[in-house]
């Protein structure tokens, strides 16, 4: 068991984090966690990992095999904004551990992110794009890097 990625309210009072739960080499379960920092209450709102808040904290982007997903708080109206394969070379049930960490914008309509268009990549072999999350649109920004963001 370990955790992959976290995001905290600006209040501190919820945190969002990836819990992955590994039976063996080759086999995971992953679940977004929401916890209440005040009570350590932890309820688990779906699948993935590498979880952020909105600016607004009405939503939240996260990761999973077949690429970045948007949804409410509470785990409603979940919905894919980025269809990519992000699975570890060789092991299509397991979460690449360098995949990206979505970033929001201030104004909450974008995600910066790192990802590879290679079938096997190191890591100096991202690239750095950005998506408009109501229309997909998607923007290559810089050739190289890893976890981007936004500047505040």
């Given amino acids: ?65 077949d690429g970045i997903y948007v949804m409410n708080a509470d785990g409603t109206d979940n919905r894919r904004v980025l269809q990519h394969n992000f699975t570890e070379i060789g092991n299509p049930e397991q979460i690449d551990p360098f995949g990206p960490l979505p970033r929001w914008s201030p104004d909450g309509k974008w995600l910066v992110y790192h990802r590879c268009n290679k079938a096997e990549c190191l890591l100096f072999d991202n690239t750095i794009y950005k998506l408009e999350i109501a229309t997909g649109l998607e923007t290559e920004l810089a050739p190289a890097g890893l ?5 505040r």
């Fill in 147 to 151: 976890f981007p963001d936004w500047k």
């Fill in 1 to 65: 068991m370990y955790i992959m990625g976290a995001s905290i309210t600006r209040d501190g009072q919820w945190l969002l984090y990836g819990l992955v739960l590994t039976k063996d080499l080759w086999s995971s379960k992953y679940h977004l966690m929401k916890m209440d920092t005040k009570t350590g209450q932890a309820t688990e709102i779906g699948n993935g990992a590498n979880p952020t808040w909105s600016p607004d904290e009405k939503q939240i982007t996260y990761l999973y095999l």
